[in-house]
């Protein structure tokens, strides 16, 4: 079939994620013409999965604690943004289309009725009253351009033409959500350089796999240490879950980014501490005065005071303790030996994280390729950039989903007002 051409020079938004939808409706609301171009058959569908379908909407905090959930050069070029639209905006936004959100008291934002589809609801009605042509179920093939411009996407049998083409595709990872990387092919065909993309907010298969009994088993308020070349790489602290086939919960989530950076040159080992408000030898203090007072109790009773029921067994097994030992019998180097296990126990070498469990994908476009300002790429004029697509990732609690709306609405008000500008007859709306 022959392509048909189509003359209208319109903002175009490829993807229909949480940086795509603000961004449509920011410059359509500003008068601009916009088309909204999704694969898939909804919109939102990763906001639809996000937060096991409840949907984290944001944090509470202010932009300093923000930009604390980024790395220092993430934080700078998001700062810009963030001020722009900040998490007050997307609320106030969502809140003046219906819909009710709370703090869940540890500052992340939620919908009262914990349904991530009434939040895409929200978002559809912005496109609605701002006027956005939104088209399902159409596939870009590929953006087309001169040597210093965009000029139009091509699609499986029409071309439409545009001078303003943002690019909202999202990562690599949750690939059922239709994020295959398309985005990344495009950008580094028109000249953008890749940062290698890993998983970020992801869980870890270690070696040895965790015993299938403790799966659901978690360890709460410990520090969790990556080791690489015997020196501590990072570490976080919070809860570790175990899982049927290796560990997750927020230390673990919180860590994967760097441990995935790490693993593609040199080994990691992961090193937990069960007790990081106390040191070795206060530790030892008390565990001794426990064996004291009650030496006819099995030592596996004293050392689930400290560890989960389920584990413990195991744990001193393998440090040939057997668990029904009397503590009146249990020795000093034993004694010693359950000290080290519970402040440096060594939970074994990482060997995967999946970057399609990631609950973004780190690496992406260079941040240094594209204005933080307008989100413009520094390469090719009229194309901008927003949301998971950009080499970026935050913490746990809604950071990632406020980055995705605030550079989509500074991609999208920067798109809209210079395609008004470019368009001097055009009537704009009050935006």
Request: net charge neutral; charged share 25%.
């Amino acid at each position: 079939m022959k392509d048909k051409l189509i003359s209208d020079n319109k903002v175009i938004v490829i993807g229909g994620g949480a940086s795509g939808l603000i961004a449509a409706w920011r410059s359509a609301s500003l008068g601009a013409p916009t088309i909204l171009i999704e694969k898939n058959s909804k919109l939102g569908s990763k906001i639809l999965i996000s937060g096991g379908g409840k949907c984290n909407i944001t944090h509470s905090g202010n932009i300093d604690t923000f930009l604390e959930g980024f790395r220092k050069n993430e934080a700078n070029f998001l700062k810009p943004a963030f001020y722009k639209f900040s998490n007050n905006d997307i609320i106030k936004l969502l809140e003046s289309r219906g819909l009710k959100t709370a703090d869940r008291g540890d500052g992340k934002i939620f919908p009262v009725n914990g349904r991530a589809s009434d939040v895409v609801k929200a978002l559809e009605t912005c496109l609605e009253e701002a006027g956005v042509q939104i088209r399902l179920n159409t596939d870009v093939e590929d953006i087309l351009a001169d040597s210093q411009s965009v000029v139009g996407v091509k699609l499986k049998d029409e071309i439409i033409y545009s001078s303003h083409i943002i690019l909202a595709t999202g990562g690599l990872s949750y690939a059922k959500t239709g994020t295959t990387g398309d985005g990344y092919v495009w950008a580094e065909k028109l000249g953008h350089k890749l940062v290698p993309l890993t998983a970020a907010l992801a869980p870890m298969r270690i070696d040895p796999k965790p015993p299938v009994e403790w799966s659901g088993v978690a360890l709460r308020d410990c520090v969790l240490s990556c080791y690489s070349g015997g020196k501590k790489k990072a570490e976080q602290r919070g809860d570790l879950l175990f899982t049927h086939d290796g560990i997750s919960g927020p230390t673990v989530l919180e860590l994967s980014r760097n441990v995935a950076e790490e693993i593609l040159h040199n080994k990691v080992n992961l090193v937990v501490d069960t007790q990081p408000d106390i040191d070795n030898k206060k530790l030892d203090e008390i565990i001794r005065k426990n064996i004291l007072e009650h030496p006819n109790k099995e030592i596996k009773s004293l050392v689930s005071q400290f560890l989960p029921n389920r584990m413990v067994d195991n744990l001193l097994c393998d440090r040939s303790i057997q668990p029904e030992t009397r503590c009146v019998n249990i020795v000093r180097s034993a004694r010693l030996i359950i000290v080290k296990l519970l402040k440096e126990w060594k939970l074994g070498e990482v060997t995967y994280i999946d970057l399609d469990k990631g609950e973004v994908t780190a690496g992406g476009i260079s941040l240094k390729e594209v204005n933080p300002k307008t989100m413009e790429s520094r390469i090719i004029n009229g194309l901008y950039l927003c949301g998971e697509i950009l080499d970026v990732a935050g913490s746990i609690g809604g950071y990632n989903l406020q980055a995705a709306y605030s550079t989509g609405f500074v991609a999208g008000e920067s798109a809209g007002l210079d395609y008004i500008n470019k368009n001097p007859d055009l009537r704009s709306k009050p935006g």
